[in-house]
Structures are given as C-alpha cells and as structure tokens.
C-alpha cells in the first residue's frame, strides 16, 4: 500500500504525477499527448474512488504477471504485441547505447562478433562478462 500524499495524482491511468486540482492531467501528459486529450464543461462521471479501484485492478494484475515464469515456446513471435515489445526494446538499447551490431570487430579479442559500443570501442559479449 502506498504511502498517502498532500497531492493529488494525473488522472491518466499508469501516471503518479502530482498535480494540483483533483481529476485532473498533469502538465507532462499534457505535454505528451497534446490534442488527444480535450477538456469538457460537463463535471466527470466518476470519482477518485472509482479511479482508485480501476488502477487497484490494473496493479493487481501486473502484480501476478510478474511472479509467472513463461517458457520461450510459449511466446508467440507472429503477434503484433510482441513485435512491439521487440521494437520497444530496440528503441530504448538504441538510446542508451545498449544495442549490438553484428560482425563489429571487439577492441579486447579482436573477433568479429555481435558487439555493444562502448567508450573504448566495440566490445563483445564473452568480453563483456570477462571482469
């Protein structure tokens, strides 16, 4: 359980920042997602407590996804989920510099191998978990 704060939180599902007003969207989601979010006059259909029980249930089921171990044949390669997991993935070695490349030669063994770039140059794994 969390602890309680003197704020309130963004209305938007998944999002803890804090924010001024009840049920309403922080600065960065409006930042974020700019014209998909319009604001009415008409009051909101629901309460903190029914936003509150939403996200109890969203947490609850993450929270059972992550104890389940799944097996690589279970994974299904052909669905658009995973090829977005996969893409997600991509994205963040990329920017943090994390990604191989293939037939990189490693600055250590001087192998062409799948490598990661790093400051003194092209490092490959077996190189990598030699401390």
């Given at each position: 359980?969390?602890a309680?704060?003197?704020?309130?939180?963004?209305?938007?599902?998944?999002?803890?920042?804090p924010?001024?007003?009840?049920?309403?969207?922080?600065?960065?989601?409006r930042?974020?997602?700019?014209?998909?979010?319009?604001?009415?006059d008409?009051?909101?259909?629901?309460?903190?407590?029914?936003?509150?029980?939403?996200?109890?249930?969203?947490?609850?089921?993450?929270?059972?996804?992550?104890?389940?171990?799944?097996?690589?044949?279970?994974?299904?390669?052909?669905?658009?989920?995973?090829?977005?997991?996969?893409?997600?993935a991509?994205?963040?070695?990329?920017?943090?510099?994390q990604?191989?490349?293939?037939?990189?030669t490693?600055?250590?063994?001087e192998?062409?191998?799948?490598?990661?770039?790093?400051?003194?140059?092209?490092?490959?794994?077996?190189?990598?978990q030699?401390?």
């Open positions: 359980m969390d309680p704060s003197l704020w309130a939180t963004c209305i938007l599902p998944g999002c803890r920042q924010i001024a007003d009840e049920l309403d969207v922080c600065t960065t989601c930042i974020a997602f700019g014209d998909y979010l319009h604001e009415t008409r009051p909101p259909s629901y309460t903190v407590a029914d936003l509150e029980e939403r996200d109890a249930g969203i947490r609850n089921a993450y929270r059972s996804l992550y104890g389940q171990h799944i097996e690589p044949e279970q994974i299904d390669t052909d669905s658009d989920k995973h090829r977005r997991a996969v893409t997600l991509t994205t963040i070695a990329q920017q943090t510099g990604e191989e490349k293939a037939n990189q490693c600055w250590l063994c192998e062409r191998r799948m490598c990661i770039r790093r400051p003194g140059g092209w490092e490959c794994r077996d190189c990598r030699i401390q």
